[in-house]
């Protein structure tokens, strides 16, 4: 029995930002796997739809499924090499945009800092939660980009960790869940939203043959 109904959006097949010999930058939508899963019915995904159109391909770094936005793969084992590196070492910089319930800003300042440390709910996989005692650090640096009537805050989250879940469980610490959050969210919070109000809007990276620095970016279709 699956664990969950996975039907990926098709149209388009492949949304294209960028490519050349060595990588290619992805607007992937809310809904598609980054990586297959372990299943068969889980095979669609972005990186078996880069493979089927470029040959080799390897990711630089996942986006959880719900989450939409500039998704990053090596087209060659030069890049795969170095991008992994980049990526270990946090060399790269990554900006999301999402809507939060609720008017942050009240109780905390308009930019600032969350530190709390996760792990994995063991439990409630794939959830994760907040533990002082044995989770790893998590650090995300968020940044308040509005307000709207309707109670919802549109934030900007620069994660300097990349733990699982780290921005869906960070914002719900502030008391702000992202709206459209089938794990996170209240159900007011939930409902607000068709899909998960997270994107990954823009990318930072030095290209990992040429040397030259390369930003991409993609708005946010909520």
């Given at each position: 029995?699956?664990?969950?109904?996975?039907?990926?959006?098709?149209?388009?097949?492949?949304?294209?930002?960028?490519?050349?010999?060595?990588?290619?930058?992805?607007?992937?939508?809310?809904?598609?796997?980054?990586?297959?899963?372990?299943?068969?019915?889980?095979?669609?995904?972005?990186?078996?739809?880069?493979?089927?159109?470029?040959?080799?391909?390897?990711?630089?770094?996942?986006?959880?499924?719900?989450?939409?936005?500039?998704?990053?793969?090596?087209?060659?084992k030069?890049?795969?090499?170095?991008?992994?590196?980049?990526?270990?070492?946090?060399?790269?910089?990554?900006?999301?945009?999402?809507?939060?319930?609720?008017?942050?800003?009240?109780?905390?300042?308009?930019?600032?800092?969350i530190?709390?440390?996760?792990?994995?709910?063991?439990?409630?996989?794939?959830?994760?939660?907040?533990?002082?005692e044995?989770?790893?650090?998590?650090?995300?640096?968020?940044?308040?980009?509005?307000?709207?009537?309707?109670?919802?805050?549109?934030?900007?989250?620069?994660?300097?960790?990349?733990?699982?879940?780290?921005?869906?469980?960070?914002?719900?610490?502030?008391?702000?869940?992202?709206?459209?959050?089938?794990f996170?969210?209240?159900?007011?919070?939930?409902?607000?939203?068709?899909?998960?109000?997270?994107?990954?809007?823009?990318?930072?990276?030095?290209?990992?043959?040429?040397?030259?620095?390369?930003?991409?970016?993609?708005?946010?279709?909520?």
């Open positions: 029995m699956a664990l969950i109904e996975y039907y990926p959006p098709t149209d388009p097949w492949l949304d294209e930002v960028y490519r050349d010999n060595h990588i290619l930058v992805i607007n992937k939508p809310s809904g598609l796997l980054s990586v297959p899963g372990n299943r068969p019915e889980y095979q669609d995904s972005a990186m078996v739809r880069v493979q089927q159109k470029y040959g080799f391909t390897e990711p630089a770094h996942r986006l959880d499924m719900a989450t939409s936005g500039i998704l990053l793969f090596a087209l060659s030069q890049a795969e090499k170095e991008l992994k590196r980049q990526f270990r070492e946090r060399e790269p910089k990554k900006h999301y945009q999402a809507l939060l319930w609720g008017k942050l800003g009240e109780s905390v300042g308009d930019t600032g800092t530190n709390f440390p996760l792990i994995c709910d063991w439990e409630n996989r794939p959830r994760q939660k907040i533990c002082f044995r989770g790893k650090q998590a650090v995300t640096f968020y940044e308040i980009l509005a307000h709207y009537p309707n109670n919802i805050t549109r934030v900007k989250l620069t994660p300097y960790t990349g733990r699982s879940h780290q921005l869906r469980v960070h914002s719900l610490a502030l008391g702000h869940p992202i709206l459209g959050d089938k996170y969210a209240n159900p007011l919070a939930r409902s607000l939203a068709p899909r998960l109000c997270l994107h990954a809007q823009s990318l930072s990276i030095t290209h990992p043959i040429t040397g030259e620095p390369m930003t991409f970016n993609v708005d946010p279709d909520f």
